[in-house]
């Protein structure tokens, strides 16, 4: 039986990032796949007491959900970063003034950021969702350091005020991570193998993917 417009096979199905993450986007782009972007419209307040790795895991399930209940057919990527200091969840900043106040918290401290990437597809019935911890360590970092940091980077929309791929590498003193990109925001590796399970093709040739 050929497949119809209305089922394609898992190969033709498109493939949506969840995200209107700039960061999300150039990492996604590195697999040499097409993709959309749908920005999700998702509450992210942290419900009372709620821990940042449930937290993230909950966003991104939330975020990959509401992309796919509009784009059924779709292999839908959600993903959540939340930066945990001593068990309180720290997320985006927003603006200088509560970036300053995040650096200063966590100079000296280990802090774990909490990536969380999710996988649906509606069509099929397809659902997982994986969580990368990264153990990171700051430096004790002088109020001058945070100030001329902030203001070179402006890392506003960066979990935790910390944009580990440029000058940001200059706050820390050590990163733990199994999944190299997931400080940066999207753990390839995790989801690599999420989309292997839904049936995306990464490695084949380029008739092969989506």
């Known amino acids: ?10 190969a033709a199905r498109p493939l949506i990032l969840g995200s209107s993450s700039r960061y999300r986007h150039e990492l996604l782009s590195r697999l040499g796949l097409p993709f959309e972007v ?8 942290p419900l009372p007491g709620e821990a940042p790795a449930t937290l993230a895991v909950r966003l991104a399930l939330a975020k990959a959900r509401a992309v796919a ?5 779709a292999v839908v990527i959600g993903s959540d970063q939340v930066a945990d200091l001593r068990g309180q969840p720290l ?9 300053v106040s995040q650096l200063r918290e966590m100079r000296g401290q280990a802090v774990i950021f909490q990536t969380a990437v999710a996988v649906v597809c509606f ?7 994986e969580l990368a911890a990264v153990n990171v360590k700051f430096r004790e970092l002088d109020d001058q350091e945070i100030e001329n940091y902030l203001r070179a980077e402006q890392p506003y929309d960066c ?7 440029g000058l940001g590498i200059a ?13 940066v925001g999207l753990p390839l590796i995790r989801t690599c193998r999420m989309l292997r399970a839904a049936g995306i093709t990464l490695l084949g040739p380029t008739g092969d993917r989506p």
């Open 69 to 73: 209940a509009n784009f059924p057919h």
């Open 91 to 99: 997320g985006k900043p927003g603006n200088h003034e509560r970036a």
């Open 1 to 10: 039986m050929r497949p119809s417009a209305d089922h394609p096979t898992p």
């Open 123 to 129: 069509d099929t019935g397809f659902e997982q969702v």
């Open 171 to 183: 706050l820390l003193e050590s990163i733990e991570s199994d999944d190299p990109t997931a400080l």
């Open 38 to 45: 749908v920005s999700p419209d998702v509450d992210e307040t």
């Open 159 to 165: 979990a935790g005020s910390a944009k580990s791929e």
